[in-house]
């Protein structure tokens, strides 16, 4: 959206003009007092802990609008000043109507307890092989995330992938009728927010959201081999999609992991089979890639344009992404964890072909609630049976990284640390060259300050 008329501006948002400046709006819209630029729209948001119409005078120096919920300071003449009664609710009316403005557009609506932001850059490297295509940037999943990432589309975007999260029931409603998506994508059910929705059927309910959502003429994509599989069909007026199952209209023959990830032969009903190679390990990425192949043979993508875009799938940083430093092999899935995705990782790395041994430094999983120290611990065990040589868990303050650490404990060689520099210490008393070291932890966990603290080499730069 980087252009659009105060007039639109003002109705769109339902607020009022205030003043009306010179400037016409050339830059899109912006929540960020320090992003403003020449031409650009500044709305200014609201938190309990921050107040965006203190920065909107300041903004109006650059800015072509300022969207307020009161008026605070002397503004440019040249800068427009609409107010309204609440800025996140202007932020979502205006979203849903430049989602209007965008048809026709292709819109996939992704959402999933894990492996939604894998399978989202894997749909939208598909897409981009036959559609000018976009899709959400880093975790812009939620209530702020998805309307700025709708507001980034430009006219002429032909398909969309948008990720919607949620941690509260009725939070995914507002978003799917936001993103108005044609085809659904659940990626899982698992355990992710047990502390918010109390039970894995409540956070079928909440996630089926989507699929309650699409059309008649809509594609409701699952892992057939998923629990919640059977729900998820009888949710959705749309056609169901299970993928992965043996019957499964799109599934993966002959898995077998590479140098550079896993290959395997696609097979989709009515197109055929054809080879294809994921830069990145592990079963669940597979499922993840069938997930994406599925909506681009429903989108009209060729089985060679299918396969490019899988094999060309450029993943967001911290998702299993195995790099050399220093002669070890390192698994970098900081960005995120929950019980199903530490999991995975654990048995991808587990299933590494080249280590001498393997590694395991983990951190706490959140927002699983009662259940958190029984999920920590199966996690422990997890790592025992899978014969990793040792496990660091880093967050000796919390009963739930103690519980992990003490099931590890029963089987193989396991430390409880407090801090990043500690488990550096740690491990480099233990790992030699030619070992496989995985870093694995929630967000909250920080867990790539430990890989770096370890291994400096693969820190950003500046």
């Not at 209007?100 to 819109?107: F, K, M, S, T």
């Not at 559609?131 to 980034?152: D, E, R, Y």
């Amino acid at each position: 959206m980087k252009t659009i008329s105060i007039e639109e501006l003002v109705a769109a948002t339902g607020g009022r003009l205030v003043a009306e400046g010179s400037r016409a709006v050339t830059a899109g819209l912006t929540t960020d007092s320090r992003a403003v630029s020449e031409g650009s729209v500044f709305l200014a948001l609201c938190g309990e802990r921050f107040d965006g119409n203190n920065f909107a005078a300041a903004a109006s120096e650059k800015a072509a609008a300022v969207v307020v919920s009161r008026c605070v300071g002397e503004f440019s003449p040249a800068c427009s000043v609409i107010e309204v009664e609440d800025t996140l609710v202007a932020l979502q009316s205006l979203a849903t109507w430049w989602r209007g403005e965008l048809a026709p557009l292709h819109v996939v609506g992704l959402t999933g307890s894990s492996g939604k932001t894998s399978t989202k850059d894997m749909t939208l490297s598909v897409l981009s092989q036959k559609f000018t295509a976009l899709a959400t940037k880093g975790n812009l999943n939620n209530h702020i995330g998805v309307p700025l990432s709708i507001l980034s589309a430009e006219k002429g975007t032909e398909a969309a992938i948008w990720e919607m999260g949620m941690n509260h029931a009725g939070e995914l409603a507002p978003l799917c009728a936001m993103t108005q998506p044609h085809i659904g994508i659940i990626t899982t059910i698992g355990s992710a927010h047990m502390e918010f929705l109390g039970s894995r059927e409540g956070i079928a309910k909440e996630k089926c959201t989507v699929a309650r959502a699409l059309p008649a003429d809509g594609f409701m994509i699952f892992p057939a081999r998923d629990d919640f599989a059977d729900y998820i069909a009888a949710q959705t007026k749309a056609t169901p999609l299970p993928v992965g199952g043996v019957n499964s209209p799109v599934r993966a023959l002959n898995p077998r992991s590479t140098a550079a990830g896993t290959a395997y032969t696609l097979h989709i009903e009515g197109l055929g089979e054809i080879e294809v190679s994921l830069p990145v390990p592990g079963a669940h990425m597979v499922s993840n890639s069938l997930l994406a192949a599925a909506a681009g043979w429903k989108l009209g993508c060729t089985l060679e344009q299918i396969a490019a875009g899988l094999s060309a799938s450029a993943l967001t940083k911290g998702r299993l992404a195995c790099k050399e430093a220093d002669g070890y092999t390192v698994i970098d899935d900081t960005y995120n964890a929950n019980p199903e995705s530490m999991k995975a990782a654990l048995e991808t790395v587990a299933a590494l072909k080249g280590p001498k041994r393997r590694f395991a430094v983990l951190g706490k999983m959140g927002e699983l609630g009662e259940g958190g120290i029984a999920a920590h611990a199966d996690m422990g065990w997890c790592a025992a049976s899978l014969g990793y040589a040792a496990v660091v868990v880093v967050g000796a303050e919390c009963a739930e990284t103690n519980a992990l650490c003490h099931a590890a404990a029963e089987s193989i060689p396991a430390l409880l640390v407090e801090t990043p520099a500690e488990a550096a210490a740690a491990l480099r008393s233990m790992i030699e060259p030619g070992d496989a070291i995985l870093f694995k932890g929630s967000r909250s966990a920080g867990m790539e300050r430990t890989m770096y603290e370890l291994f400096p080499s693969l820190k950003p730069k500046a």
